[in-house]
């Protein structure tokens, strides 16, 4: 299986910081990486796909990089509504795992 | 609207059964693949199981194979997983999700389904 390592678990950021968590998978897996928000009690949401591909209606202050094993998404100018939880994803094989989440709090 | 809905959670017994429902609406649900991915109260999110657009192509987890069943009614535009010899580290919130058509992400997830095991 693919081990999917998010960095950091959590983090304190103000509104306007810009916030960059990063995802490393355990072998390569080419740009099969997906980001997803998600916030208390709701669904995850679907952020980025294919490593930097920004998906319909999601605001242009979130981008995503990297590719074979390590990737980062970065929020530019963070706002009181991304406060949430963040997961990387890759979909290059089954099982799909998921990295264990960064949990961005307020300052 | 398009949107995925499940149904079917609740309480069960160590070593019970319980069958999970997600319809879909709003979208051609033939067309997708589709995903379980469950989360345990206060963990991540892992995935269960996936299938492919006829139901015939099957893939689960290791923590699952052999007890759960995944399986889709087109016709009906539901799909459908059987949970059996369940056990305590099964609880969780169990979300239907579709795959994106053009990438293999998952673009689309429902509200969820709380699964609890417990005598």
């Known amino acids: 299986d693919i081990q999917m390592t998010q960095s950091p678990s959590s983090l304190s950021a103000s509104v306007g910081d810009r916030v960059t968590i990063t995802c490393r998978a355990s072998?390569?897996?080419?740009?099969?990486l997906n980001w997803y928000q998600q916030k208390v009690g709701k669904a995850p949401n679907l952020l980025i796909y294919?490593?930097?591909s920004l998906q319909s209606e999601v605001p242009s202050r979130f981008s995503g990089s990297g590719s074979g094993t390590d990737f980062t998404l970065t929020i530019s100018s963070l706002q009181p509504e991304d406060f949430a939880t963040y997961y990387c994803?890759?979909?290059?094989?089954?099982?799909?795992?998921f990295g264990g989440g960064t949990k961005v709090e307020i300052k | 609207e398009v949107q995925v809905v499940e149904s079917g959670g609740g309480l069960v017994q160590p070593g019970g059964s319980l069958r999970l429902s997600c319809a879909a609406s709003?979208?051609?649900?033939?067309?997708?693949?589709m995903h379980w991915v469950r989360q345990a109260p206060g963990k991540g999110l892992v995935w269960v199981s996936r299938?492919?657009?006829?139901?015939?192509?099957?893939t689960y987890a290791d923590s699952v194979e052999g007890r759960f069943t995944i399986s889709r009614d087109n016709a009906k535009n539901t799909l459908f997983l059987q949970m059996n010899s369940l056990r305590a580290e099964d609880t969780a919130v169990y979300y239907c999700?579709?795959?994106?058509?053009?990438?293999?992400?998952?673009?689309?997830w429902g509200q969820g389904t709380l699964v609890t095991v417990s005598s």
């Open positions: 072998q390569t897996i080419n740009i099969y």
């Open positions: 709003g979208f051609t649900f033939s067309s997708h693949w």
């Open positions: 994803q890759q979909s290059y094989s089954t099982p799909l795992t």
């Open positions: 294919a490593a930097s």
């Open positions: 999700a579709r795959e994106a058509l053009l990438s293999r992400s998952i673009d689309l």
């Open positions: 299938v492919n657009t006829d139901g015939r192509r099957t």
